[in-house]
């Protein structure tokens, strides 16, 4: 019987997982997933989302035992991992998905591929559920991807037949944190496995929230969050799965049909994020634009602004909320998107602070951190994904407006900064001198103004076709800020997948690239919320 290596990475899960069921289909199976040191040390990586990666596989290792099979764990560098697995047992190959996610798990694939051919050992890459390869418009993707999700998922193998251990297997294979040397550091986290993202999924969709979900993402206090981030992270469910268990609210009141069109939006976007540093893996490390390169180095006010942003002291209480809530909680359920976008526009746009910096800290922070949507949202707010002159960059205004927009009850604030919980809420935006709490670090209308004249000098230089090359090197920003970390890697020009080569496209396929990405923008209407919307928010605290 043929037996393959089945190599796990950000897919861990049994069910719509096309490598498992190929490799099932044709004989005897071993899943593997290597802890691959140089993704552990990464700058970017977090505590609390190892906790998730570490729960996670053993969630996985749980549902591979009532198959009759286990998971294998090892530490060490991938290629002499792997090859060490197969030669030990004997298998006849591997197998895995494609995974685009990072610079370093591409040059990680381009060596192990190497590696296993130079032994002879077979390996194939399959796509994951709505991967594509092909450098395409994205609406020929947008229309691929709704043909692929539309299929039905792949259910998990009834049974998988797995050699028996070795004798130096140890008994558990999934580590704990403690034994990769890191420290808890407080964040909660989801309750982890398949089952438990797809049933958390179920009951969102049974309850209330799903008739205002799609209205209540704007409000920070609202109860309105599917909790799907963490899962979808590390593949513990796929869009797939998740976009036929909130089939039924296509099916519901109008509150539901709007919630689930949202949803699917959402989903669609993230997929989209992963489509584009599939292409351009450099917007790992650069802006999308050669015209928006720059010195990123911080003078010392710009360093005592970061860390005062980091910490929550900035004097502007809902920026101030959203660094408290990232600190004790990851994000994953309490910070949203609106809340995310007007903390990411403070530190670019009024602090001048390059968006790589934020990007670093949520990285470090978030419980759902996914590299190209963490990434791309920040240069998103930073107005450098924005080509061309004239192109408009939304600034938030971090003081009463937000207030009264986002937190019009100052629920998301009072629940982070206890000290301003006497305060009415026209007070909140902009709080009177007080003991205990800091005055604004900085003048909006200042601020805004220097940003905008400096965006809008950069731009000048654009260019059609001006994308940031990929850089000599690779190491990931902000390294310099923390000891150790491997970094051999670095040193690797060689990525798979094989990223665009920018340099090289003809017209047909360099208007397909930039068809991805906003070549000048212009500001939409501002939408007048329903007076009594925020009366019917499910906020914290309440019930």
């Known amino acids: 019987m043929r037996l393959q290596v089945v190599w796990f990475r950000r897919d861990l899960r049994l069910g719509d997982h096309p490598a498992l069921h190929q490799a099932a289909s044709e004989g005897a199976v071993l899943p593997l997933f290597i802890l691959d040191p140089a993704l552990l040390q990464h700058p970017e990586t977090g505590v609390a989302r190892v906790g998730v990666l570490l729960d996670s596989l053993a969630a996985l290792e749980r549902d591979l035992q009532r198959l009759q099979s286990r998971l294998l764990v090892r530490w060490g560098e991938p290629a002499a991992s792997l090859l060490a697995v197969v030669r030990a047992y004997g298998a006849d190959g591997v ?53 692929a999700m539309a299929a039905e998922p792949l259910p998990p193998p009834p049974r998988l037949a797995t050699p028996p251990p070795r004798a130096e297997e140890p008994r558990s294979a999934v580590p704990t944190l403690e034994a990769l040397g890191l420290v808890e550091d407080g964040k909660p986290r989801p309750p982890a496995g398949s089952a438990a993202a797809l049933q958390r999924l179920q009951a969102f969709c049974r309850q209330e929230v799903a008739s205002r979900y799609y209205w209540q993402l704007s409000y920070p206090a609202a109860r309105a969050s599917s909790g799907l981030s963490p899962y979808l992270k590390f593949g513990v469910v796929t869009h797939r799965q998740c976009l036929h268990a ?28 992963a489509q584009r540093f ?22 010392g006010a710009q360093e005592e602004m970061y860390r005062r942003w980091q910490e929550g002291s900035t004097g502007f209480p809902i920026v101030d909320a959203a660094s408290r809530c990232l600190l004790a909680t990851g994000g994953w359920r309490d910070l949203n998107f609106r809340s995310r976008a007007i903390h990411a526009s403070f530190l670019t746009n009024l602090c001048g602070i390059d968006w790589r910096y934020g990007a670093l800290h949520y990285m470090r922070h978030l419980l759902d951190g996914d590299c190209p949507i963490d990434h791309y949202q920040w240069a998103m707010q930073a107005g450098v994904t924005v080509g061309g002159t004239g192109g408009w960059t939304r600034i938030y205004h971090p003081g009463q407006v937000a207030v009264d927009r986002c937190d019009p009850h100052g629920m998301f604030i009072r629940r982070w ?33 220097a940003r905008l004249q400096a965006l809008e000098a950069r731009r000048q230089s654009w260019t059609r076709g001006g994308f940031s090359p990929m850089p000599a090197d690779l190491t990931p920003f902000g390294a310099e800020r923390f000891a150790g970390g491997e970094t051999d890697w670095c040193r690797s020009h060689s990525l798979l997948p094989v990223p665009v080569d920018i340099d090289s496209l003809d017209r047909e396929e360099l208007r397909a690239l930039e068809s991805w990405f906003v070549m000048g923008r212009t500001p939409g209407g501002q939408r007048r919320r329903n007076g009594s919307a925020a009366q019917q928010l499910s906020l914290f605290g309440a019930g």
């Open 278 to 299: 599939r292409y351009l893996p450099q917007l790992e490390l650069e802006p999308l634009w050669r015209c928006h390169r720059h010195d990123a180095a911080l003078t």
């Open 246 to 273: 909130i089939a039924p609210l296509r099916h519901g009141d109008t509150g539901r049909q709007r919630s689930w069109r949202q949803l699917v939006s959402r989903l669609r976007w993230g997929a989209g994020m």
């Open 95 to 147: 197998i895995a998905h494609v995974d685009s996610e990072r610079i370093v798990g591409r040059v990680r694939d381009a060596r192990v591929q190497r590696h296993l051919e130079e032994a002879g050992v077979p390996l194939r890459w399959v796509e994951p559920p709505g991967g594509l390869e092909a450098l395409v418009p994205y609406p020929a993707y947008r229309r691929f991807w709704h043909g």
């Open 417 to 449: 900064l206890p000290e301003l919980a006497e305060l009415t809420n026209d007070q909140l935006g902009m709080p009177p001198a007080m003991a205990g709490y800091p005055p604004p670090m900085l003048d909006y209308d200042t601020a805004r103004r």
